[in-house]
């Protein structure tokens, strides 16, 4: 028993190096200032990532916005779970443990087709708890959306844009939009019947790719055309 458990300490004891080895090495990215991933607590109360909009939720959607643009060039929104963003990015050279541990789910990209009456209710269901937290508010790239958290649920948006030639124009209720998220939403994680139903009729394609890997080539990507990630 004592040799078995030694041979098996000495091989967790080297797989671990290897592991730990890899999570260290550094992408070709460095962080400018802190990313957060806050989170309501005893001495914060105002700013969520589950409830607000932040540095780091623009960041990973960005990324998946702009990773399925260069395979479907027509898609034109992304939104990313809040719940599925885990941990904060420290100013610094970012590493591949970093990345990996803010989205730490493996979830798929995918790309769909959403009317605009689609859209509107999937956003009143992010935004159902608000300015409370919820899992399932979202992170959103390509789309302004204004609402009033002191309406009652299911009718909370004011008003919906898409990112058009960098102007802002108003989402249409019978306009059909392409858009990306991971596939956990896309499938109707955190309550989401409107994409599940999408996802049933068939309107969703896989990209075939990892949304962390998705956001490790576009950190490196600004990085390299940009030299600031802030």
Excluded: C
Aim: proline content about 4%.
């Amino acid at each position: 028993g004592g040799v078995l458990a030694s041979r098996v300490a000495d091989v967790y004891a080297r797989l671990k190096s290897g592991v730990d080895e890899l999570a260290n090495t550094p992408i070709d990215a460095v962080a400018t200032t802190d990313l957060t991933n806050p989170r309501f607590n005893d001495t914060n109360t105002t700013n969520s990532v589950r409830a607000n909009e932040t540095a780091l939720g623009n960041l990973v959607t960005d990324a998946m916005l702009y990773k399925a643009k260069e395979k479907f060039p027509d898609v034109q929104i992304a939104f990313q779970n809040s719940g599925g963003i885990r941990a904060p990015i420290a100013a610094g050279p970012i590493t591949l443990g970093q990345i990996y541990q803010v989205l730490p789910f493996g979830n798929n990209p995918v790309v769909l087709t959403l009317s605009g009456s689609e859209l509107k209710e999937i956003m009143e269901h992010a935004l159902r708890s608000a300015p409370g937290e919820s899992g399932g508010f979202l992170q959103i790239s390509g789309m302004k959306v204004i609402f009033d958290s002191e309406r009652e649920p299911s009718n909370r948006v004011v008003k919906m844009y898409v990112v058009e030639n960098d102007d802002l124009t108003e989402i249409d209720m019978n306009t059909v939009y392409s858009v990306t998220t991971n596939a956990y939403t896309a499938s109707g994680g955190d309550g989401f019947k409107t994409l599940e139903n999408a996802y049933n009729d068939g309107r969703v394609i896989d990209l075939g790719e990892n949304e962390w890997e998705q956001f490790k080539d576009h950190l490196e990507d600004w990085q390299a055309r940009d030299g600031e990630i802030n």
